[in-house]
């Protein structure tokens, strides 16, 4: 096998066909869940592919056009398989350096040696064992995606009044569901002084729709023996810690959680790919290979996306590197020194984080904060000098989206004069 892509979502599907598209042939795509399509399948609401596809499509039609392409192109696929392992072999450069171990009900333990590996695993979402909220522990709590997935895939209601806490994307489309499947959603809580949805989803699903937004505001204990029977709320300071006395009771039978994803990198980390602590994915240069060559990472394994365009365009750089890589080899690639990408100031993260300065390039970021009529700054370290390189304004900048800081030919030269001897340092930080 020439290329095993590890998950079928929208990340691994994109990255098998633009592969397929690239030349390689000898690929298979392994997927755990019954279907390909990944998260997608249950996300039934619109708003999918306005950029990829310039149509707005549900999940489902979305993943679909990938499983149709991937089809056309006949490229195998195991579903209900799911990877337990993957070693990597460097021992055996002329032969496969890797292993890639599956489980599945109906051929039991499978070993796939391949030349590359696409990680494209996807995440999961953060449970109240993350979060530590006193109280007991009754049932009617659930993650927002699960929720989501009993309601739209097994048509079953998780309840009927409803508290959500977390205003991400995930917290905002299960509101609107839950109402329109005809829940009292008393009122969303997010922690932060803002949403970390998207702008469209805070008007849709919310102010469309009559539900409460509670900014600077968490649960801070859960009542129920049995089932749950309400949750205490508490206004938070700057330091997101609980005011005493702005205590307050919610009834409610159903408390849906919707407080981040946790790129799915346990497969990963036991092959020792080098992990950034911020992404909580693989580190990662431009064509998105890791820090052991030939395992590429994509998709929500490596960042979590805001929109699944973005997945897409990323997993179609990988695959096409992936099959580039079999087909001439990496010599010039391991030839150039590149360049480290670190995030300064307002920027919270870079991917890629490093470059090796072949082609153009472009740099993918987020804030930490949000940030009105401002400038990403592309800096080179030179000597301990700064030297600009290019600045993008923008006129807001918010945690939750996702911004492109493209790199031309005209500046990708520049900084290969600048970092002709050794590997340079680039920075990207907004003013
Ligand atoms: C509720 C919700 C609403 C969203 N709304 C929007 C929206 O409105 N617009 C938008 O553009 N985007 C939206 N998104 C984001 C979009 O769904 C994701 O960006 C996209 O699905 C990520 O693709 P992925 O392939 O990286 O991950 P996933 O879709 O999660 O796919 C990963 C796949 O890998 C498989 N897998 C994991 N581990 C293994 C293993 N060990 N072995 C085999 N298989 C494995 C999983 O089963 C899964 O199928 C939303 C997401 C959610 C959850």
């Known amino acids: 096998m020439n290329i095993a892509v590890v998950g079928g979502g929208p990340a691994g599907l994109a990255a098998a066909v633009a592969a397929y598209d690239a030349g390689e042939r000898d690929l298979i795509v392994i997927e755990r869940d019954r279907h390909l399509g990944g998260i997608l399948q249950q996300c039934i609401h619109n708003g999918f592919g306005l950029q990829w596809f310039k149509k707005e499509l549900t999940g489902p039609e ?79 709590i659930y993650s927002a995606g699960l929720a989501q997935r009993l309601v739209n895939l097994e048509g079953v209601m998780p309840g009927k009044e409803v508290v959500i806490l977390g205003s991400g994307d995930i917290g905002l489309i299960m509101a609107r569901r839950m109402k329109w499947e005809g829940a009292d959603v008393k009122m969303v809580c997010e922690i932060m002084p803002y949403s970390a949805g998207l702008a469209r989803n805070i008007q849709q699903c919310l102010i469309d729709q009559n539900i409460p937004l509670h900014l600077s505001t968490t649960v801070v204990n859960i009542h129920g023996k049995d089932r749950l029977e309400g949750v205490t709320i508490a206004a938070v300071d700057e330091k997101r810690q609980p005011i005493p006395g702005t205590e307050r009771y919610v009834s409610c039978d159903t408390l849906l959680l919707s407080v981040g994803l946790l790129p799915e990198n346990e497969l990963s980390r036991a092959l020792s790919v080098e992990m950034d602590p911020v992404t909580g994915g693989p580190k990662v240069d431009e064509d998105r290979e890791t820090s052991i060559p030939g395992v590429y990472a ?54 890629p984080q490093h470059a090796s300065l072949l082609n153009p390039f472009s740099i993918y970021c987020r804030v930490g904060q949000p940030q009105d009529e401002g400038k990403f700054t592309l800096k080179a370290l030179v000597n301990g000098e700064e030297k600009v390189i290019l600045t993008k304004k923008f006129v807001r900048a918010v945690p939750s989206e996702m911004a492109e800081i493209p790199v031309n030919e005209k500046q990708l030269s520049e900084i290969r004069s600048l970092f002709a001897e050794e590997e340079g340092q680039l920075v990207l930080t907004t003013e």
Request: aromatic letters at 6%.
């Open 62 to 140: 979305y993943a679909q056009r990938f499983i149709d392409q991937a089809e056309e192109r006949k490229i195998e696929s195991m579903t209900g398989t799911m990877v337990l392992e993957i070693q990597y072999h460097p021992e055996q450069p002329e032969g496969y350096t890797k292993s890639v171990f599956c489980l599945s009900p109906s051929c039991g333990v499978i070993e796939y040696q391949a030349n590359a590996v696409i990680l494209s695993m996807g995440c999961r979402e953060r449970v109240r064992g993350n979060l530590k909220t006193p109280g007991t522990r009754p049932v009617g």
């Open 298 to 351: 994509c998709g929500n394994v490596l960042h979590v996306h805001d929109i699944v365009d973005f997945v897409s365009k990323e997993s179609t750089i990988a695959g096409e590197a992936a099959a580039r890589q079999i087909a001439s080899g990496n010599e010039e690639k391991t030839a150039s020194k590149g360049a480290l990408i670190k995030a300064a100031g307002n920027v919270r993260y870079t991917v």
